[in-house]
Each structure stands twice: as C-alpha cells, then as structure tokens.
C-alpha cells in the first residue's frame, strides 16, 4: 500500500510517499481503506522531532504485539503520520464478526506515535480502542476532521477530571452500540497509549483502596477525586479551537454551565456554535432546555476573574497552558475541582533529556504542581490524548440524532490524494501560525483519490 511518511527532525518537505505491505489484522482488529484524513498540529510537530522518543518506545511495543521485531531494535526514524480520519472496513479479525460488517463506514483515532497512521491507503486499528461507526449524516471530510479532538476532550474530562458521562438521551441511545466508559480516576488510562486497554487494571486498584492502610497509600499518591457534591461548573480555556469546542458541547450535554475563553479574533466558533443551538431550540423545546448558556470570555479583554466568581468551578480545562494560567485557575475552583491542562511538559521533558532522565524530570515537575494544587483541595493533571471507541461512539450517537453541531471551523480540502501530504502538512502549519483574524481551517486529505 501507499503511505506517506516523516522524518524526525526534518522539515516538513520531506514528508513523501512509499510503498509498505498492506498489514493483516490480528483477531481484535480491523483492516480500513481510509477515504478521508485530517491534518492535526501534532503531526506538523512530529515533523519536528517533537515526541521522537516516545514514538520510538510505541512502535517497539507494536513491533512485539504483532511479533515483528525485538525490544531492542533500532531506533526507527519514520514516522506515521496522520491521527484521525474516516474510511471503509475491508477485512475483520476473527473476534469482530458480529459487531462489525465488511464495508461498514468506521471514523478512528489511532494511537499517537503508533506503527499505523491515517496518511495512507489503509490502516489496521483496535476495535475496542480506535474506531467507531461514523455517523452517515457527515460528509468524508466532516468525518474525518472530528475523531482526535472528541477522544482528546473525552480523555480530559472523563479519564482527568473524573466526569462520568451520563446515559445518553432516548434519540440518541438507539445510535450507540455500547455503555459509555466510565473514569479510571487514575494515570491508567495511559496504557491506552501503547494498545493496552486498563479496565481489568483498574478493577484490580480499585480493589487494591478497599484494603485498609494500603488504599490510603495508593489514594496519597492520587490527586483529589472529583466529589459528586461539586458545583456543575466549568471553565474551557482556549476553546475556538476543535478540542474546545467538543469540550464545550460535552459539558454543556452533561448538564455544566459553561465558561469558554477565547481571544476577541477567533471567538467566530464559538459564538457559531451558540447561534445553531438556539436554532435547534426554536425547533426543540426539550433539547433548548437541556443545554446550559455558554458564557464567553474575551480573555484578552478582560479577566477570567472579574467574570467567574472564586471557588466557583468543578473542572478548568487548560488548552493554553503556563504558570499564569495555573497560578490564576486554582482560586476559581472549588474543592475537589479539577485543573487539567493540554500543554504538560512530559513529552517536552523527555524530548529534551531522554526517556529515563525526561521521565524523572517530568515527573518531579507534576509532582510539585499536584502538591501546589492539593494545597487548595484540588487535583491537577498533564492529559495525554488516548484513543477512545466509547467517545467516538459517544458523540457518533449524538450526531446522528441531530444532538451535535458540527462543521464550526471551515475545512480546506486537498483532493490530489496522498500526493498532497507535504502542501496539507504546510497549509496546517501555516494556518496555526495565523495571530489574527479568523479561527485556522481544518485541514483535511482525501486519501483515496486517483494519484496523479
């Protein structure tokens, strides 16, 4: 098959097509011929050596799990790229016949740094961990411009801050093939990040804070639950962008009052967003109801303070990231709130010092940051983006009964294939590089147009 691949440390140029074996999928995974795919800024910043370490270890593991090479073999300088899209299964592993169909429309998220990535012809993926039936009332590119931020989101506010999703709505629950997951409420649902799925591990911690002395131990070391007596409150910092805006609709469909932060520049989605929603109330008493007001807040404007009242607020999601941002946050929760944040410095870190001495140093610098935010009685987290079926199935469900808006970032489409890698590569660059003016388009590949 047809993939384009990366180099570490190399500009983004060099991004080109080669010929690799279309690989077979083992009993719990899935062979997709990919149709769509959508350029994210992790996969610009791949190009630049960021996670190249990390990427290394992953696909190492992979290399074990299908047995296609050792523990200590080279480190490998390609790079997959591609982190979400939409495509057609085309060949099922002996465990997924029943649930899944040959030529079954699938949108999936794989693993970040993992052997497959969706800039390619096809891409074998964890039915249980990656992909999930896409909703048949999105386009191709619609599609594939959704999977990584739903799961980046999901991983925030359920894994992180300890949300547990409600039971999706009547019109919706005929949509979705599977309960939704529930919080691990601990650093275990980044196993996910190496193909492993932590549920039975977490039943057995769970067991483990049961027994006396040893479950205070292990809760010592945790941050602060989130309590069910919180207030349904929270605040998305940076939320214009398309792991924002997911946020956004997922809180506000799990009954929160929403503040959303945005510069005046690009608050265009956001202020998009609220303008559909009240369409769809006009038309929808009960859904108009149901979903809380979005309060905007031009943070270049004014201060987050002077809008959200102290000790006010459940969860703050931090997709801007520093110290003012931390420093500032805890104040405005209240105890057992949760402060997660996008920008942790555990990749930087272990991009900077190697896996070992980055991996010590990353961790001090959580450790010191929890210990700051225990202080107030609130837990603090570095969220890594997991794949996850349940958020793809989740918000698929919510789509298809009409419960979801989307399309609220315009998308540039390449239509030339995987030709196009490099210039889609550097439209995204470019567009994230925008300081004013409207909200970056999305860009997306269509994957499976005629080469030229």
């Not at 040959?102 to 012809?121: D, H, L, N, Y």
């Not at 946050?329 to 070992?356: C, F, H, N, Y």
């Not at 010590?360 to 450790?367: E, T």
């Not at 079926?389 to 808006?405: C, T």
Request: overall charge negative.
């Amino acid at each position: 098959m047809v993939v384009s691949e990366g180099e570490s440390d190399a500009p983004l140029q060099v991004a080109r097509l080669a010929e690799r074996p279309v690989q077979q999928p083992l009993a719990d995974e899935m062979l997709v011929r990919v149709k769509a795919t959508a350029v994210n800024p992790i996969d610009t910043m791949m190009c630049g050596g960021y996670g190249r370490d990390l990427v290394s270890l992953t696909q190492r593991l992979d290399g074990l799990r299908s047995g296609e090479c050792s523990a200590s073999g080279g480190s490998p300088s390609q790079l997959s790229l591609g982190r979400e899209g939409v495509g057609e299964v085309v060949s099922l592993g002996s465990a997924l016949w029943g649930p899944w169909r040959i030529g079954q429309r699938v949108w999936f998220s794989p693993r970040v740094g993992g052997s497959q990535g969706t800039f390619a012809e096809y891409v074998v993926l964890r039915a249980d961990l990656e992909a999930g039936a896409a909703p048949d009332n999105l386009s191709d590119p619609e599609a594939a411009a959704l999977p990584f931020a739903i799961c980046t989101a999901w991983t925030a506010l359920v894994e992180c801050a300890g949300i547990t999703p409600p039971a999706l709505p009547a019109a919706a629950a005929k949509f979705s093939s599977r309960a939704p997951q529930r919080s691990s409420n601990s650093p275990l649902y980044l196993l996910r990040s190496v193909g492993v799925e932590p549920t039975k591990l977490q039943h057995g911690l769970d067991a483990l804070k049961q027994v006396p002395v040893l479950g205070d131990a292990i809760s010592s070391v945790l941050p602060p639950a989130l309590s069910e007596s919180a207030p349904r409150r929270a605040l998305v910092h940076g939320a214009s962008g398309a792991v924002g805006l997911v946020a956004v609709q997922l809180l506000q469909r799990w009954g929160y009052e929403v503040y959303a932060t945005t510069l005046r520049s690009t608050r265009a989605s956001l202020d998009e967003l609220s303008r559909k929603q009240k369409e769809a109330a006009n038309t929808n008493e009960e859904e108009g109801r149901l979903l809380p007001t979005i309060h905007v807040i031009e943070s270049d404007q004014q201060d987050i303070s002077s809008v959200v009242q102290a000790g006010s607020l459940s969860v703050f999601l931090d997709g801007v990231g520093g110290s003012r941002v931390f420093e500032s946050a805890l104040p405005l929760l209240a105890r057992s709130g949760q402060l997660v944040t996008l920008r942790g410095e555990g990749v930087m870190k272990i991009d900077e010092e190697g896996i070992l001495q980055g991996a010590i140093k990353g961790g001090s610098a959580l450790a010191h940051a929890r210990s700051r935010a225990a202080f107030h009685g609130v837990g603090y987290h570095w969220c890594v983006s997991t794949p996850s079926a349940s958020a793809l199935d989740y918000v698929g469900a919510l789509v298809r009964a009409g419960l979801w808006q989307t399309h609220l970032q315009p998308l540039a489409v390449w239509d030339d294939g995987l030709d196009a890698a490099p210039h889609a590569l550097q439209t995204a660059l470019d567009e994230s590089k925008q300081s004013s003016g409207d909200k970056p388009r999305h860009v997306v590949l269509i994957a499976d147009s005629k080469r030229r």
